[in-house]
């Protein structure tokens, strides 16, 4: 069965510093594909990338990277120089090829991130 | 705005009522996934439907709650006598169907029952 683990509940950093959300999943399948979702105070979700099985190329785009890892089942996020418009609660998700529908999502219980001055 | 539309975005319901909550998807988008968020807790999925079709209700509660996405109009999740449990923020996101593609969330549904 897919399982997301996040086990930072909550982190607190100041302003400029950087700081990195850990995601463990797991999965049967070979198949599959990573997400992560912002949360901000005001509720909605916001998409911010989507990786698959096959791709383990890191990404960076702008202050936000992702680090994907097979040997480890991680796919981590770090935001560089967090600024206070980052507080937000930050999901990790998954979805599985063999699930044969298009992707529902199984998600971590969420890291809440706040930053301060 | 293009987006995933949700309405309400705050429904308030006493014990027994129902509640009934509707999601439009994204435009050109024709697959829907209902996800429900306790308090202080990640999203569960629920139900994910096609037009017209239930394509997995693995997440739904056996009874009380149902799920709709009609040829015409909008998804509709309803909720039968309602209880104090239910109070949760419900969420719907769309898709266009294809595998790994990801969903685009609504602003979602606040749900309070007194």
């Known amino acids: 069965a897919q399982k997301v683990t996040q086990a930072q509940t909550e982190i607190s950093v100041v302003e400029k510093e950087d700081v990195t959300l850990d995601c463990v999943y797991e999965?049967?399948?070979?198949?599959?594909?990573l997400f992560w979702y912002k949360q901000p105070p005001s509720g909605e979700l916001v998409f911010l990338i989507r990786r698959n099985s096959f791709d383990e190329q890191n990404e960076i785009s702008g202050r936000y990277s992702w680090n994907f890892q097979k040997s480890t089942s991680s796919f981590n996020f770090t935001i560089t120089a967090s600024q206070v418009v980052d507080s937000a609660v930050y999901f990790c998700?998954?979805?599985?090829?063999?699930?044969?529908?298009?992707?529902?999502?199984?998600f971590g219980t969420g890291t809440r991130l706040q930053v301060t001055l | 705005n293009a987006g995933v539309m949700q309405n309400p975005r705050h429904l308030v319901r006493r014990r027994g009522q129902e509640a009934r909550l509707r999601c439009s998807p994204m435009?050109?988008?024709?697959?829907v996934y209902w996800y429900r968020q306790l308090p202080e807790e990640g999203l569960k999925f629920m139900v994910y439907l096609q037009k017209e079709n239930i394509i997995d209700e693995s997440g739904m509660p056996k009874e009380r709650f149902s799920a709709e996405f009609p040829k015409e109009g909008p998804s509709i999740l309803r909720i039968q006598q309602v209880v104090r449990g239910d109070s949760a923020a419900y969420f719907c996101?769309?898709?266009?169907?294809?595998?790994?593609?990801?969903?685009?969330f609504g602003d979602g549904t606040r749900l309070s029952i007194l």
């Open positions: 996101a769309s898709s266009p169907g294809k595998i790994g593609q990801p969903q685009h």
């Open positions: 999965t049967r399948d070979t198949t599959y594909y």
């Open positions: 435009k050109g988008h024709s697959h």
């Open positions: 998700a998954l979805s599985e090829e063999s699930t044969g529908t298009a992707s529902k999502l199984t």
